[in-house]
RNA sequence: GCCAACAUAGCUCAGCUGGUAGAGCAACGCAUUCGUAAUGCGUAGGUCCGGGGUUCGAGUCCCCGUGUUGGCUCCA
């Protein structure tokens, strides 16, 4: 790292920290008053500066947005007649978006943008700021010919000052703040290129898009690609395939799952274990069908707020059928079968109920984005006074649902009433927002406040789960509903014997199987907990002498309850231990001559390795406590 | 849907500038009876995604489809 040029203008932030000794080697920008700004930035007296150094996590942004800066330098002098639109720093990096005429970038072209970056980062051009005059920002556009530019400084602000930032002969409309100059970017690379629209919306133009990061030093670059890396190894495509848990068949049609047999059997422990805790927990289970007539959906509002997402209907002897996007209006139907009592409430009725909805086929993505998906939907009705304990409840059985397939490290959020549109009076929300406030609070559990982030008929609570690399993703949603009980006037006869409106609440902790068996095997890599995996032992013997005594223990195991599979193949030890590897099975229990004659087996498990022999018995017992399911 | 890349044996992939398809693994057969991540030999396996075109000749070049993959609101 080299150290930032030493001379900075007079009343400059890069001038204040020298003044005041803070300007170290290693400063790349500056923190005035809290507020991120380089070193060159004007400066009054009075106001509170911080050094960042190139280290500092807040130095990030600058080092990416300044290397995007490179980049479109870079992309400019290579391919003439681009015109540069948008470039900020992302979450893990940056992006820059460029109109070029012939069309989007090449791996190829990726490696020369790189190099002539590489010269540009060499060369050490400092990064100057300058404002200018609506008028002059406008001139200097129209001559470099960069509309887009142009129609950016239509959108700015009229209050807001408007500045340009060069490094070389290269400027850009860009508020900044920048690194004091080009050598300071660290390290970088080049990533992907893709479309993107301007201005994300697709009635616009089709842009090119090349995707870079940048990190404080080689060894976070290095790490942050490892991390891309593992990322791809834990694929759950790949996972999918190798361990041959499900395919998706272009005949049948994208975003259709076909679970193979041990990907099913994951699938369906999975399912038991949700169907036994559900009833464990007070929930009656339910089951409907997939389609239903249009009448059905008018009354719910599906047709006319989520035909979008819905299939084209059906003509069944004259009437329009519909296959269900949602469950919720099915879970009504029953409820309104006969009447209910206050005495009745709350009702709580779980369903693994699958639905289809329409995807863009460009959205697809394995079991994470599909077409028909089960969802482990459930819908309370209760009385709104039952609200806050039936929260509780379902939040903590969430939490534990969530936590028995490995996943603890949550982020919650609760999302209130919208600003705009919203159904039900004022009174209403907030008892549904203290209600689940209530739960948040009874649960123990720290949460973010989502303002306004509520769904128009109600407030909801959404918990994200972190997997074993640190990606989150949405599982369990918890919705209050206000609108459906008045869309089919659901009643209930309360203690005054005069009809009153229940309050429904839907729910689902997984979220979609089919997505959370994906995130699983992304998170286990594979490799599932005992009470998950396909097969729980592999028998393996030495020779085929051997084999007799083998379907003696194979047999106990399974009378036993273990999943187990005997590899009596007439391969070495070595290749059979090596499938049995490959598959991520969790343990496996050699038998030869010495086993045979001490009637046991030498085990050998996925996470220590050789542990040695143990008798029969032993091992059963052993076993047995292994495979255990967590508690419901 | 849009942009781009890709599509060759069950899987992973090779096949240069057009000359008629190949490897490893898996499968099957035979031999081998073996001690903690691959025993050896052999056999079989392909509509080179589909359709059209250019050419004496197309896996390879061009066009049109289909599918897959990476992206498509993290605002100068």
């Not at 004007?42 to 807040?58: G, K, L, M, N, R």
């Not at 900020?88 to 990096?93: L, T, V, Y």
């Not at 919650?412 to 009433?417: E, G």
Request: one cysteine or more.
């Amino acid at each position: 790292m080299n150290a930032p040029h030493n001379r900075f203008a007079e009343g400059t932030v890069g001038a204040a920290l020298a003044q005041s000794g803070k300007l170290k080697d290693n400063t790349v920008a500056a923190k005035v008053s809290g507020v991120l700004t380089d070193l060159h930035a004007q400066i009054s007296q009075d106001e509170s500066i911080e050094p960042i150094a190139v280290t500092d996590a807040d130095a990030l942004m600058v080092i990416r947005h300044s290397a995007a800066h490179v980049m479109a330098d870079a992309v400019q002098r290579l391919f003439p007649g681009t015109q540069v639109t948008i470039g900020p720093a992302i979450d893990n990096g940056f992006y820059y978006d460029f109109d070029r005429p012939q069309g989007g970038f090449t791996e190829t072209e990726l490696a020369d943008i790189e190099k002539e970056m590489e010269k540009v980062i060499a060369a050490r051009k400092p990064f100057v700021r300058r404002t200018i005059t609506r008028a002059e920002a406008r001139q200097l556009f129209e001559q470099n010919n960069e509309q887009y530019k142009l129609e950016l400084l239509e959108a700015i602000d009229p209050a807001a000052e408007v500045s340009l930032y060069s490094h070389g002969d290269w400027v850009d409309l860009c508020a900044g703040p920048h690194l004091p100059h080009t050598g300071l970017i660290p390290s970088f690379k080049l990533l992907s290129s893709a479309g993107a629209y301007w201005r994300g919306d697709e009635r616009n133009k089709m842009l090119s898009r090349i995707y870079g990061t940048a990190f404080a030093n080689k060894k976070e670059l290095r790490k942050y690609l490892a991390d891309l890396e593992e990322a791809k190894k834990r694929d759950h495509r790949k996972l999918g395939k190798e361990l041959s848990l499900f395919s998706i068949d272009e005949q049948i049609g994208g975003g259709l799952v076909l679970w193979h047999p041990r990907g099913a059997l994951v699938r369906t422990i999975l399912e038991d274990h949700w169907r036994s805790a559900h009833q464990r927990h007070g929930y009656e289970l339910i089951i409907t069908p997939h389609i239903g007539r249009s009448h059905l959906w008018e009354t719910s509002g599906h047709l006319e707020n989520y035909a979008e997402n819905m299939y084209a209907p059906m003509e069944i002897e004259g009437n329009p059928y519909y296959i269900k996007p949602m469950n919720c209006p099915f879970h009504i139907a029953i409820y309104k079968n006969a009447l209910k009592s206050y005495r009745d409430l709350p009702i709580r009725w779980a369903e693994l109920g699958t639905v289809y909805r329409f995807e863009r086929s460009g959205q697809l993505h394995g079991l994470l984005r599909v077409r028909g998906f089960t969802q482990d939907d459930a819908h309370l009705f209760m009385r709104v006074s039952q609200l806050p304990q039936e929260i509780a409840k379902v939040l903590s059985f969430s939490l534990q649902m969530l936590r028995n397939f490995g996943f603890s490290d949550l982020e919650i959020m609760l999302a209130t009433r919208p600003a705009e549109k919203s159904i039900g009076d004022a009174e209403i929300w907030e008892k549904a927002e203290n209600a689940l406030r209530y739960g948040l609070e009874s649960q123990g559990v720290s949460y973010t406040l989502d303002e306004g982030g509520g769904a128009f008929y109600g407030p909801k609570i959404d918990i994200k789960i972190k997997d074993a690399i640190g990606r989150t993703w949405q599982c369990s949603t918890i919705q209050v509903d206000f609108n459906l009980p008045e869309r089919f006037d659901l009643t209930y006869i309360g203690e005054d014997s005069s009809r009153h409106r229940p309050v429904m609440v839907h729910r689902a902790l997984l979220g979609s199987i089919e997505r959370f068996m994906g995130i699983m095997i992304e998170h286990y890599a594979g490799a599932f907990p005992v009470w998950l995996s396909p097969e729980q032992v592999v028998l393996v013997t030495v020779s085929d002498r051997h084999d007799a005594f083998a379907r003696e223990v194979e047999e106990r195991l399974r009378t036993a309850g273990i999943r187990v599979q005997l590899n009596a193949n007439n391969e070495k030890l070595g290749a059979k231990i090596r499938e049995a590897r490959l598959l991520r099975v969790p343990v496996i229990a050699v038998i030869g001559d010495s086993e045979v004659e001490q009637r046991g087996v030498s085990l050998r498990t996925r996470e220590e390795g050789d542990i040695g022999f143990q008798p029969l018995d032993a091992f059963l017992a052993w076993m047995k406590a292994a495979a255990q399911a967590p508690s419901i």
